[in-house]
Nanobody, 115 residues
Framework: QVQLVESGGGLVQPGGSLRLSCVVS????????LGWYRQAPGKQREFVAN???????TYADSVKGRFIISRPNGADTIYLQMNSLRPEDTAIYYC?????????WGNGLLVTVSS
């Protein structure tokens, strides 16, 4: 079992920044990638960014150049630094840990970008 505990959501103005954190614990040796997904009201959950065990990162086109995913020193916490936030970034953000045959999810964080 893998547990994911997220923190850092909230309300931010357009153009502002926010950092999300996700602490990963439990039996993690089968996890090969950690990442973030989001679900906006009335839409399906979508990929945001992920980081592989070797620290390779990938991003959705919609956040490329604005968001940065990191896992400092291979620690058990991943971060999503979100800059230049837009109203369309408003969503519930979910931390994800993927094994070959299973996905674990956090409970989600609400991020609201509004003036």
């Amino acid at each position: 079992q893998v547990q994911l505990v997220e923190s850092g959501g909230g309300l931010v103005q357009p153009g502002g920044s926010l950092r999300l954190s996700c602490v990963v614990s439990g039996t993690t040796y089968r996890v090969y990638v950690l990442g973030w997904y989001r679900q906006a009201p009335g839409k399906q959950r979508e990929f945001v960014a992920n980081i592989f065990s070797g620290h390779t990162t990938t991003y959705a086109d919609s956040v490329k150049g604005r968001f940065i995913i990191s896992r400092p020193n291979g620690a058990d916490t991943i971060y999503l630094q979100m800059n230049s936030l837009r109203p369309e970034d408003t969503a519930i953000y979910y931390c994800n840990a993927a094994e070959v045959n299973y996905n674990y999810w956090g409970n989600g964080l609400l991020v609201t970008v509004s003036s």
